[in-house]
């Protein structure tokens, strides 16, 4: 397992930022919240559908977000805004897509051989199962990276696209449908990347595909996964099974909501007990925590990869940032939140209520996380005694954001309030 790091990661969606010269208030916000890294979607020049993720040139930039009276060029632009989250604290990471690019992208014509094409010699489509129907994406072409004659020129095309974001100064790869791209592939790409710029990071998006197949990514060479955390209901098996089958492969990242998720606060009907509830879970739940632009004001507008514009910021009221400053600033301070600890789930007897058990893998911490699963209703806890939960015998200590207890009694009885978490830590 790879030394523990601080991965707290702010997702500033392009299309919601708008124009490079404007990102500069969202960065120092970030940065105010705790977190260290940002990851932008897609930048580069799109294709006619306009979706971020139809790219039709790798090595130019998204008009939408050029700032034409700036008196800077578009790649000046970039490092500017890269320079300026550089100078706050954070790195920046942004989306590495090889599986596709754009239907209409010039690469289509000049390299026909590079992709996949259907018996009818029309270009091939990537496409995914939703609710057992098949979904196409028609501005889409697809590589062929098992079966293209010139696998060198596309593996070196794809080594040049990483150099040239790599030298615009972005530090990390969030690899799209990294599953779907031969391992052989990636073997190398991080491989020789690293050569070159060994401070950079690789992380594998790998939702949707199961476990074993995720391992296989991972050993790619990947530094992080994206787990799904998200999707669970805090009662069944399969969250612990997960990652008791990738945790020493590679570290994992846990969110909240994405850029391809309902909101968050959507979902819960503006219940912002449930908005700290689900950040605080994800945050100490494994290594790192992603959030995207917008959750810490309760955005309920879902982002979108092609019709979100700067217009859709929303105007709540809501503003948990003090909350998650806390929770970013627990979790940056402690190793045993840094990394894909120990963990278990604890019994009790209500089972409204979680109690998650971690500790670091050098022994030298463990924490309790009480969590009420109910964002709408208080709930009753009582233990005998919560130092028989550790097996540290150095004392508990109430760590949480909000109304920390200075004195923990033996019995241990409490009410939660909806949605409340309690964050306990023992250290040797």
Not at 156 to 165: D, G, H, I, T
Not at 393 to 402: I, R, T
């Amino acid at each position: 397992m790879k030394k523990p790091e601080k991965m707290i990661v702010y997702n500033l969606f392009p299309l919601l930022a708008g124009k490079f010269t404007g990102w500069q208030k969202h960065v120092s916000r970030a940065a105010e919240m705790g977190f260290n890294w940002l990851f932008v979607n897609p930048i580069q020049r799109l294709g006619a559908s306009g979706s971020l993720y139809s790219i039709s040139d790798y090595f130019d930039f998204n008009e939408l977000l050029l700032d034409p009276a700036s008196g800077l060029s578009p790649a000046e632009q970039v490092r500017e805004t890269i320079n300026d989250a550089h100078k706050l604290g954070l790195n920046i990471m942004i989306d590495l897509v090889i599986n596709h690019c754009a239907v209409d992208s010039a690469l289509v014509k000049s390299h026909p051989e590079w992709f996949q094409w259907e018996h009818d010699g029309q270009i091939a489509h990537p496409f995914a199962y939703e609710n057992n129907k098949k979904v196409v994406w028609k501005d889409l072409a697809r590589f062929d990276h098992q079966h293209t004659r010139d696998k060198e020129g596309l593996y070196q095309f794809f080594l040049s696209v990483v150099s040239f974001l790599a030298d615009l100064g972005f530090r990390g790869f969030r690899c799209d449908a990294a599953y779907q791209v031969p391992r052989s592939l990636w073997e190398r790409i991080i491989r020789e990347t690293k050569k070159k710029y060994p401070d950079v990071r690789f992380f594998a998006e790998t939702l949707g595909c199961p476990p074993d197949q995720t391992r296989k990514t991972a050993d790619a060479g990947f530094d992080y996964i994206f787990n799904s955390s998200k999707w669970w209901d805090f009662h069944s098996n399969w969250l612990m099974e997960q990652y008791a089958l990738t945790r020493e492969v590679a570290p994992s990242i846990s969110f909240p909501e994405s850029h391809d998720t309902v909101r968050l606060c959507e979902e819960v009907g503006g219940n912002i007990e449930g908005l700290k509830q689900r950040y605080m879970f994800e945050a100490f739940f494994s290594a790192g925590v992603m959030m995207p632009i917008g959750f810490e004001f309760g955005f309920r507008r879902q982002l979108h990869v092609v019709k979100t514009r700067p217009d859709d910021m929303e105007e709540t009221g809501v503003d948990i940032t003090q909350f998650i400053t806390g929770i970013n600033s627990i979790k940056s301070g402690n190793a045993v939140f840094q990394e894909e600890a120990l963990t278990a789930i604890l019994h009790h007897d209500n089972p409204n209520i979680l109690i998650m058990w971690k500790a670091s893998t050098d022994g030298r911490q463990e924490s309790i996380l009480i969590l009420n699963k109910d964002i709408w209703n208080w709930q009753h806890f009582y233990v005998e005694s919560l130092q028989g939960f550790i097996q540290i015998g150095s004392p508990l200590v109430d760590v949480s954001p909000e109304n920390p207890i200075e004195y923990i009694p033996a019995p241990f009885t409490y009410d939660l309030r909806p949605g409340q978490g309690i964050i306990f830590l023992a250290s040797k």
